[in-house]
């Protein structure tokens, strides 16, 4: 019976959950895209709107409203969708997590901190990986809506991308490094805890503290030089748009609209960025392997 239950472990893991589920988590993945691509049409059927009605034409304000109400009901079916399949994948593989481990003689302190981990992965693929999802269909979405209104301004966001991508590789490194260093330390809190010197106690939060500050450093460099190219592109941007030949009202706010949906998009890429590299690091921890 011993041998049995070893071997259906390594067989039937967490980390092997996450392969069986994978067609209801691309599902509501997909749930996710649709509701991104509402979003998305919202400053067209805005602008649309605002110009119909400037000339008169209230059939113009149908668009905003079939696409507001769609964005409705595929929101509300997500969030009951996903809360239920995560929740219960969460249960799952906390509780393989724990079996596999302990076949592993790993110490108590670093599966509880594992447990812990898999809270945290369930976490990003639940709220991160629709955030990540919403930025890569924001910002491409948002650049081909722009260079339809104006083929300059969408090449001026475009050529944007080129320090986003520069800043988030260096920081992604650095952060990557401080990750490992502080999972490290977060496997150890148990024991730690359980030690009665205090002298213990203080080093071990020191050190958590010491890599969260960092990781935070590196949040808000990136994030403040994203900003200040950020800036130059949408003031650019809002230039064209207002010195442009007869502009139409709801043209101009859809232009800025998508611009500034772009900057907000840049705004989420440091803490994706962080946060797929601490979740490399933890499924390396997670993973069993004899």
Same mark, same amino acid.
């Given at each position: 019976m011993q041998t049995t239950d070893s071997s259906e472990s390594r067989t039937d893991t967490a980390l092997g959950d ?82 596999? *481990? ?8 670093? #599966?509880? %901190?594992?447990?812990?981990? +898999? =809270? @945290?992965? /369930? ?83 020191g050190r958590m503290a010491k890599w969260r500050v960092r990781l935070s450093d590196l949040d808000a460099m990136s ?21 442009? *030949? ?8 859809? #232009?800025? %609209?998508?611009?500034?949906? +772009? =900057? @907000?998009? /840049? ?24």
């Amino acid at each position: 019976m011993q041998t049995t239950d070893s071997s259906e472990s390594r067989t039937d893991t967490a980390l092997g959950d996450l392969k069986q589920q994978s067609v209801p988590i691309a599902f509501t993945y997909f749930l996710s895209f649709l509701e991104n691509l509402f979003e998305l049409a919202y400053p067209w059927a805005i602008g649309v709107a605002v110009n119909g009605l400037v000339a008169g034409q209230t059939a113009l304000i149908w668009p905003l409203i079939a696409i507001w109400v769609g964005h409705i009901a595929v929101g509300a079916f997500r969030q009951l969708y996903d809360t239920r399949l995560f929740s219960r994948l969460n249960a799952r593989m906390a509780r393989k997590t724990v079996r596999d *481990q302990r076949e592993d003689e790993a110490t108590v302190s670093e #599966i509880s %901190a594992r447990v812990e981990m +898999i =809270e @945290e992965l /369930i976490e990003f693929l639940e709220e991160e990986m629709p955030v990540f999802l919403a930025m890569i269909v924001g910002l491409v979405g948002s650049l081909v809506f722009l260079a339809f209104y104006d083929l300059g301004s969408g090449l001026v966001m475009l050529g944007l991308m080129i320090p986003i991508i520069v800043i988030n590789t260096i920081a992604g490194r650095r952060a990557y490094r401080n990750n490992v260093a502080l999972n490290t330390q977060w496997e150890k809190q148990v024991q730690v805890i359980s030690d009665p010197r205090p002298r213990r106690w203080k080093v071990h939060f020191g050190r958590m503290a010491k890599w969260r500050v960092r990781l935070s450093d590196l949040d808000a460099m990136s994030w403040s030089l994203a900003q200040v190219c950020a800036l130059v592109a949408v003031v650019i941007v809002l230039y064209r748009a207002a010195t442009a *030949q007869d502009p139409m009202v709801g043209d101009i706010f859809a #232009i800025l %609209a998508y611009a500034l949906r +772009i =900057e @907000e998009r /840049i705004d989420d890429v440091p803490t994706i960025v962080q946060q797929i590299g601490r979740l490399i690091d933890i499924r390396r921890r997670i993973q069993s392997e004899q």
